[in-house]
C-alpha cells in the first residue's frame, strides 16, 4: 500500500462529531472526486482509487441526506480496480446545493467551483474540508523518495480556496498547472504539518521518522564524501611534499636548510601519511605556519628542479 493510500485508510476512521463537520468534509470530496451526472434524473457519480474512500463518501452522504447509493469496482489493466460510486434519490439536488456543486441563478441551475464559506467557518469545518479535498483527490510521496503532497483542483477559484484554508493553519501552499489543471502542492516541513492538520497524525510521524532518517542518511553520505576528498588532498599534499624534500635532500642536503625548514622536513619524512594539523601539532606551531614552511620547501624544489 502507497503511503497516500494508507493515510487515506487512516483518516476516514475519524469520527465526525457534527452535521457541518459531515458536510464540510463531504464537499471537499464532492469538489475533488465528485460530479453531476444527468440522466432521468439527477444524480452524482465519484471515483477513487481507495475503496475506503467510496465507503466513506456512502457513509457520509446517507447518513446527511436519504439517497440511494451504488458501489462498483472498475477493472483497469495494470493497476488497482477504480472505486465508482453513484448517489442518486430525492435528494442529491439538496446534497450538491450544500456544498455548492449545483446553485439556483435566475431560474437555471449553474455549476460551482468553491464550497460555501459557511461551510469553512471554524477551524474544524476547515479541517474537515482539506481533509475530504485530500481524500478525493489528494497524494503524498514516499518520504524516503521526497517531500512533497498535492491536491489536483478542478478550477483556479477552488484552488484558490484550498490555499486561503490551507494558509489559515501558518503553512504555504503553492498553486502549478498540469495538463491544465490548477495543483495545490505543499514542500519540506509544510507536508508533515499538512497531515497533521487534517488529522493523520500517524501519517505525519511516519513522514518525520522517514524523513529524519533519509537526511541523516544524506548527512553520512555528505560526511563521507568530505572525508574521502580529505583523505586524498592530504595524500596528494604528502606525495608532493615528500617528492620535493628528496630533490632538496639529493641536490644540497637538508642539513643545509634553515632550522624550521629542516624540522618540517623531516616531520613530514617521519609522518608520511600525518594532516597539516597533525603535523603543526607535533611542531607545537600553528596551521598555517606548517603550511608556509612546506609550501617553501616546495618551491625551492621547484627552482633547483629549473635550474
Partial sequence: MSFSS?????LVKIRLKTREQRLAQLAGLVHTCGALTIGRSRGAAFTSETLAVGK????LATTLYELDPTIELSERERRRPLTVVTLTGDEVEHLLGDVGLLY????????????????????EGKRAFLRGA????????????????????RSGAFAEQLCETIRAFEAE???????EKPVV????????SFLAIIGASGSALKFESARAERDFRNYLNRTTNCETANIEKTVN???????AIEIIEEHMGLNRLPSPLYEA????????????????DLAELGKSGMNHRLARLVRIAKEIRHG
Avoid at 185 to 192: A, E, I, Q, T
Avoid at 265 to 280: C, G, I, K, S, Y
Fill in 104 to 123: 439556483l441563478e435566475q431560474g437555471d441551475y449553474r455549476i460551482g467551483e468553491t464550497v460555501p464559506e459557511t461551510l469553512l467557518s471554524d477551524e
Fill in 56 to 59: 466513506h463518501i456512502v457513509s
Fill in 6 to 10: 494508507s493515510a487515506k485508510e487512516d
Fill in 134 to 153: 485530500f481524500l478525493g483527490s489528494g497524494s503524498c510521496s514516499n518520504p524516503y523518495r521526497g517531500y512533497h503532497l498535492e491536491i489536483i483542483a
Fill in 265 to 280: 622536513a623531516m616531520l613530514r619524512l617521519n609522518h608520511p601519511d600525518a594532516t597539516l594539523q597533525e603535523l603543526a
Fill in 173 to 179: 501552499p503553492k498553486v502549478m498547472l498540469r495538463r
Fill in 185 to 192: 502542492y505543499l514542500k519540506g516541513d509544510d507536508v508533515s
Fill in 237 to 243: 599534499a604528502s606525495a608532493e611534499q615528500r617528492e
